[in-house]
């Protein structure tokens, strides 16, 4: 008996990817998209001679050969309806109408079509979602790793270069922000343990990517990636934690070796978080909460109220807005915020009636993160790293082919 559709989702389309090409097609779009979403900073230290606009070119003009190659592995235009995908869509809308009010059109208009493009790419791979074999997961855990051995390899050939003048590891090949290595380290480790914790993959498979992503974790002194990832994998956790006695035993061992680290190395881990600074800069954020009060106090009519400026580059007054919840609400008004919250509640809801296993528990950890992320990264409103996250795990929420790849 074929299983009823979820929450707000159609029944799966019955293709399936066909040669090997096209699974390695797959993975050339999901790489691009990350590429995509990597700002290249032409002010970082790196290594490669890469001029500022060359390499916004390559990031920018990734995201049109993704399309491109989109289109070429789903010739039909075949998709799989999700309301995940309808909210980013009702998103876009509020951008397109924002952007033609926008003082600054052109850029708005610009990113406009940057997410419209992102959506679209994910729309034609929405026939491979839902899949048993975890086909766009091992792909961004692919990805990710790329991105992590750049860092890696950076560090050793170059490491002042990739330490920068902060003391935190960025790319150095390529101009990775901390932030952003911080994530992906966050992101590797999170997934491959859960993958772990549900027998999916090998016990040594975890233990190399822990070994290599964690140092890397620590590095970049990225406070908010290391608290998502905590808070992901407990809620991923306790989602098998019934199901699983493997996750029982990872919960009771963590529980003594976080008990014992807290106890003997307690000196290296205030060290650690406070990261140079003094108590000011930690209780106003690194001087987040006074960018976010002259957001809030700037006075706006009720159309700015409801619908926002438009896109911007998530600056207010030349400085970096880093909130979600602030920078959508500066963009796209109280109306974008209750999108960012439906979907988030969205993916919540529909995991609370997914069986318990891996896909449910994968999702959870990449919701869990965004929630807790959210507040001092921005991305929900955009197309960035945080949404294409959001959408691999609506893509686990989907219900499963039945028929697994050729």
Known sequence: MTAPPLLGTAPAVRSVPGPRTVRRRIYTCWGLLVLNVIPFYPGAGHLLPIPGIIGKLITQGSLGVALILAMSINRRGSIR?????LLVTVMAGVAVMDSLRSEFIFGSLYRVCRLIAFLL????????????????????????GIVLGSVLVGYVVAPGVAM????????????????QVGRYAATAIGLTAILWMSGTIQRRTALITATVALPILLLSHTRTALVSMAAGLLIAGLSLFRTRARVRRAFATGTVIVSIGALSLSSVLTTWIARGQDTSQLSNLTG???????????PRG???????????????????????????????????????IAMLLFLLITASFRPHGVHRALALYLVGYAIVSSFTE??????????LELALAASLLLPTLNRGPR
């Open 121 to 144: 790419t994910l729309l034609l791979l929405t026939p491979w979602w839902g899949r048993r074999d975890l086909l766009l997961v091992k792909a961004h855990l692919t990805i990710v």
């Open 288 to 298: 987040r909460t006074v960018v976010w009060d002259q957001v809030l106090s700037k």
């Open 164 to 179: 920068g003048t902060e003391g935190r590891l960025g790319g150095a090949i390529w101009p990775i922000p901390p932030t």
């Open 302 to 340: 009720w159309f700015e109220l409801l619908f926002g400026i438009g896109l911007t580059n998530k600056s207010f007054n030349g400085l970096a807005i880093d909130s979600n919840w602030i920078s959508t609400y500066y963009e796209l008004g109280l109306v974008g915020v209750a999108i960012n």
């Open 378 to 387: 921005t991305g929900l409103g955009d197309a960035s790293l945080a949404l």
């Open 81 to 85: 309806r999700s309301t995940f995908i």
